[in-house]
């Protein structure tokens, strides 16, 4: 495997881990600067911004992406998973509290199949199921999960099979410069190692949440450029 092939791979490893660790302390405890993503709530969360009309689509065919039903495009929303088409039209929506079944089958169709590992719990994660492509990864939280059933997403891929993207526009491997502008004023957490800076694409608040926890798609960069996108994440636990 090349070097930097693996070193993302570690690096995905690692935020996975944090996508499946939650601690009653990280409920409870200031932890300004941190980006985490547990399981969300069940609940609905309220977006700000007008929603995309989602178009009635077809079954979900197996094979290329551009047969399944005119997707050309994933994008971490902060509450949703989306299949858009070469129009920006949203075709699929998978809520992260609700359609993890459904995203589940659609990403199959789009990518193929999924190795699948199982993490049981202990004491500093839920069980989960991760299901990994060489595009992303899903985890899909289980039965210990506060909220079981719900899933997050991450992606380190510089060359997807499908185009892979935040609202804003950001993809792995593009530049942090070229796409500030987009998030103009949207939270950035920077860390001195590596030159290091996570970004806030887009934001929901979840009110069923602790303190009403902002929920959103993060990207993750170093040193200029993009190297993770993931949704959602926890992303304002500041006292």
Do not use: Q
């Not at 590596?194 to 040193?223: C, I, W």
Request: proline share 8%.
């Amino acid at each position: 495997m090349p070097a930097g092939v693996a070193r993302r791979r570690r690096r995905l490893t690692v935020v996975v881990g944090i996508l499946l660790t939650i601690t009653a302390s990280t409920l409870t405890a200031c932890t300004s600067g941190s980006v985490t993503t547990p399981p969300i709530s069940t609940a609905s969360p309220s977006v700000s911004g007008t929603a995309t009309p989602v178009s009635t689509a077809g079954p979900i065919a197996s094979g290329s992406p551009s047969g399944v039903g005119g997707v050309t495009e994933v994008v971490l929303n902060a509450d949703a998973l989306e299949l858009r088409a070469a129009s920006g039209t949203v075709i699929w929506s998978f809520s992260y509290a609700h359609d993890a079944a459904g995203a589940l089958t659609a990403l199959t169709g789009l990518l193929g199949s999924a190795s699948s590992k199982s993490i049981p719990a202990d004491k500093c994660s839920f069980e989960s199921t991760i299901s990994t492509w060489p595009d992303l990864v899903m985890t899909v939280f289980g039965p210990s999960a506060p909220a079981p059933g719900t899933f997050s997403v991450v992606s380190d891929t510089t060359a997807p099979t499908i185009d892979i993207t935040t609202p804003n526009g950001a993809r792995v491997g593009g530049s942090l410069a070229a796409y500030r502008p987009a998030v103009a004023g949207h939270e950035s957490i920077s860390a001195p190692f590596n030159d290091t800076f996570r970004v806030v694409d887009t934001a929901t608040a979840d009110a069923a949440a602790p303190y009403a926890a902002k929920l959103g798609s993060v990207v993750f960069t170093e040193f200029g450029t993009i190297t993770l996108l993931t949704a959602p994440a926890y992303v304002d636990f500041d006292c």
